[in-house]
């Protein structure tokens, strides 16, 4: 049985499914968590999601927690796919060890999305009342590490790339009231409703040459929260396509060194 599962098993009364070993794809290893849920089309299906656990947890610490959106490419019911990019890159010593969190990740199944939106249109569309099916799962999970992880509820931070660009943009709408610092990457949301953001530090990113998600999604969301008075800064990588990420997380010190700074009063429980 791995680390992870032998110290954090009673946490989650029965929600952990298992573990996925270090050397499948990673350094640390990944907790896989278990949600029922129930919305849409969805009766009592059970979805799973990987917990990344900080390299050692002190009794009575409480730590920060980064969720994350994963694009695309990572859609499923196989927490395998949920690996590459950012949840790799923080599964490494040299990343967790300094940055020590509990990083949750939801996943998408095939052929849905985060938020029911066209990626390729340079134009936003309205955010809608009742959020997409997996955008309400992403939620749930999101519930669930609150209440059975030891989290600091001043340190929530939000990020996600390409369609979870789009699903952090939409999230950090629904529950700014969470949300310590937010990062969405190569994505897009509602102008008119940047005011619900105004009071959330963000830094998001896109790359200059993007052709998959217009940059122009990105500028308009921040213009649209300096418009009302909110705390936003902007990176845009010249000559970059549709991988803006890559630069993004991995600067040593750029948006994770930013996030791991941010604070605010906790949540009311």
């Known amino acids: 049985m791995s680390r992870f599962v032998f110290t954090m098993m009673f946490l989650f009364a029965g929600s952990l499914t298992g573990a996925v070993p270090r050397d499948v794809f990673a350094e640390q290893d990944f907790g896989v968590g278990e949600i029922e849920f129930t919305g849409g089309k969805y009766e009592k299906e059970k979805f799973t999601y990987l917990i990344l656990p900080p390299l050692k947890i002190e009794e009575g610490q409480k730590y920060p927690l980064l969720f994350f959106m994963h694009g695309a490419g990572e859609r499923g019911n196989d927490v395998e796919k949920l690996l590459p990019h950012l949840p790799t890159q923080m599964s490494k010593e040299e990343w967790i060890g300094k940055y020590p969190c509990f990083m949750v990740i939801p996943q998408c199944r095939d052929g849905e999305r985060w938020v029911e939106q066209n990626w390729n249109d340079k134009e936003s569309a309205p955010i809608v009342e009742k959020p997409s099916d997996q955008m309400q799962m992403a939620m749930a999970v999101l519930d669930q590490s609150l209440k059975t992880l030891p989290i600091d509820r001043s340190r929530i931070y939000l990020t996600g790339l390409s369609m979870g660009g789009f699903g952090s943009w939409e999230l950090a709408m629904r529950r700014p009231e969470l949300f310590a610092a937010v990062a969405p990457v ?11 953001l105004k009071n959330i530090p963000i830094w998001a990113a896109h790359g200059d040459a993007d052709t998959v998600v217009w940059p122009v999604r990105s500028r308009s969301m921040v213009e649209a929260i300096k418009a009302v008075g909110g705390n936003v800064k902007y990176t845009e990588y010249p000559g970059v396509g549709h991988n803006s990420w890559t630069p993004f997380y991995s600067d040593p010190a750029g948006v994770l060194a930013w996030m791991f700074q941010q604070r605010k009063q ?3 429980e």
């Open 186 to 196: 190569c994505g897009g949301g509602d102008e008119t409703q940047a005011a619900r």
């Open 266 to 268: 906790p949540a009311k």
